[in-house]
């Protein structure tokens, strides 16, 4: 399957964003689909992930400000991302699971938030 990320780009502190991920194929059969995202000089981090009933899972840092939604129909994947912050910054991933773990990784779509 292949991913493609895009809505990102420049937008100041405090701004939304919707990122969406298009799939070359049917996302049913992934039981989890997640956002990741990447910034200078970090490691890869979990953002938001979402399993097939529907059931988000957020990192702390995006609580209450991300919501991650997917639609098996259109085989999409959407982070909508308000009140951001300078620290959102960075390389943003979708990523479709297999056996539990982060297997299909589509190109990214970067986001930056300007103080």
């Known amino acids: 399957v292949q991913l493609q990320a895009s809505g990102g780009g420049l937008v100041q502190a405090g701004g939304s964003l919707r990122l969406s991920c298009a799939t070359s194929?049917?996302?049913?059969?992934?039981?989890?689909m997640a956002w990741y995202r990447q910034a200078p000089g970090n490691q890869r981090e979990l953002v938001a992930a979402?399993?097939?009933?529907?059931?988000?899972n957020y990192a702390d840092s995006v609580k209450g400000r991300f919501t991650i939604s997917r639609d098996n129909a259109k085989n999409t994947v959407d982070l909508q991302m308000n009140s951001l912050k300078p620290e959102d910054t960075a390389v943003y991933y979708c990523?479709?699971?297999?056996?539990?773990?982060?297997?299909?990784w589509g190109q990214g779509t970067q986001v930056t938030v300007s103080s």
């Open positions: 979402i399993t097939n009933g529907g059931n988000p």
């Open positions: 990523n479709a699971y297999r056996f539990g773990a982060p297997a299909y």
């Open positions: 194929g049917s996302i049913f059969r992934f039981n989890v």
